[in-house]
């Protein structure tokens, strides 16, 4: 079992900051690349950030240049940098990695973390 744990949503004015975190913990022999989502109430998930196990990174357009995706020494952690924050960065934002276990591989999900920029 692999669990995905996010934290550091919250309320930010825009043009503020925020860094979103998530740990994975379980049966990992692997993660081969992590990454974070965002979904607004009737339109679908979509990739913000990714980042490959050898630190290779993916961005939306939206979010280039204002935001940066970085993992932890221990490569079992993921973090979402966010600057410059404009209302229409409010989401629910889900953090995502690509894990190799004992058993198999697969790609598994966090809970979500609600980033809301309103003055």
């Known amino acids: 079992q692999v669990q995905l744990v996010e934290s550091g949503g919250g309320l930010v004015q825009p043009g503020g900051s925020l860094r979103l975190s998530c740990a994975a913990s379980?049966?990992?022999?692997?993660?081969?690349?992590m990454g974070w989502y965002r979904q607004v109430p009737g339109k679908q998930r979509e990739l913000v950030a990714a980042i490959t196990g050898g630190g290779s990174t993916n961005y939306a357009d939206s979010v280039k240049g204002r935001f940066t995706i970085s993992r932890g020494n221990a490569k079992n952690t993921v973090y979402l940098q966010m600057n410059s924050l404009k209302p229409e960065d409010t989401a629910v934002y889900y953090c995502n990695a690509d894990v190799t276990t004992w058993v198999t591989r697969g790609t598994y999900w966090g809970q979500g973390t609600q980033v809301t920029v309103s003055s």
């Open positions: 379980g049966n990992i022999i692997s993660i081969n690349a």
